[in-house]
């Protein structure tokens, strides 16, 4: 069924797909900041702010969240990014109205305890501990550091142990006032729904928010060639390989997707195949395209043992001069366009994943954008566009490498 779109009085807005044929609903309450919004002093506060909400609130406690949505068969989680916030849970139509209330309740009546937030700057401090112990994560972040090193785009999400153990409740609660404001909230709903309740629950639970204006965007990020090796106590070699991307809305964005779709996604893939199957240098081997409101990276990820390392690494850069050099064979392009189109379709067939497609799509562009729409894109894509987004993009020059490598390298 049809998207429906309601704006409240102050900016909150209200995003609806009913899905009779379900038993289920999915609920995100978003906020449309993320750790790009955060002043020097502020880093990974975006972030401490989620995990905060679940911490209790004027009429329910932290156990008492949970069990709200948990002891009714449902699932409750959040996340956070460097554009937005999300607080979503998924649980039986029938409980509609309590997962609403949850959400709801969170964001506008956190204790924000000062006992909790110390107490919670420990946990986050060992996320951030975690991370560093997991090259394989660890090295995604540390990438994005070197490409975008005078960015926010390019700090981390989580923060620093040093800036986590700054905060204090009155640091958070000025966050909170700029951040969580009528403009910036949106709550999105797919599955066996009714409209009109949706709205009336919304209206009496978000309606007081005070307006606000977006954010203006930041400047594009400039990003910055070459290479940065960093020993540890590690078996393999962790790396990325990369260059600037697209943002989601430049003209390129689905140009990208598609040649992301070409080199690394799926067993079918040209690095899968080189890397993997013909050479046997890794065990993961893959791309990604990460993008952005004001820009976007792309980037070849894997491990591989320190002695096959520099054979990987010239493999990699070789796959990339291919794109550039040599146009993508009709018959490849074909193939990778039926496979994203199927993906995406096969992906929308739960709750879940169309609510985050329909807040996603509004966040983004401002609107709903069809199916029909993005498979046009795809199909629109071709050889000659792969070849002038990657020579554009990718060149040698302007590619930075980041490998975390075992200390006796």
Known sequence: MAVTKVTLSNGVRILVEPMDQLASVAIGLWCHTGSIDE???EAGITHFIEHMLFKGTKTRTSPQIAQAIEGRGGMLNAFTDKERTCYYCRLLSDDLETGIDVLCDMINNSLLDPEEIEREKKVVQEEIRRSDDEPGDHVHELHLE??????????????????VASYSRDDIVRYMERRYHGGNLLLSIAGRVDVDEVVRMAESRLGHHPAGAPSE????????????IVRKEVEQVHFCIGAA???????DYPTQWVADSVMGSGMGSRLFQEVRERRGLAYAIGSYGLSYRSGGAYTVYGGTGLA???????????????????????????????????????GLEAASPRMMRMARNELNYGREVPIEEVRGMINDVTPERIQEWAGRCLSRDQRRVTAIVPNEA
């Open 39 to 41: 002043t020097p002093t």
């Open 245 to 251: 991307g697209c943002a989601y809305t430049d003209s």
């Open 146 to 163: 070197q490409l975008w090193p005078s960015s926010p785009y390019g700090l981390p999400v989580i923060g620093t142990h040093q800036s």
């Open 217 to 228: 965007p930041l400047p594009r990020p400039h990003h910055q060639a070459g290479e940065r």
């Open 308 to 346: 096959t390392w520099a054979e990987t690494q010239e493999v990699v850069h070789q796959e990339l001069d291919k794109l550039i050099n040599e146009p993508v064979p009709a018959e490849e392009l074909d193939r990778v366009k039926v496979q994203l189109a199927g993906n995406m379709i096969l």
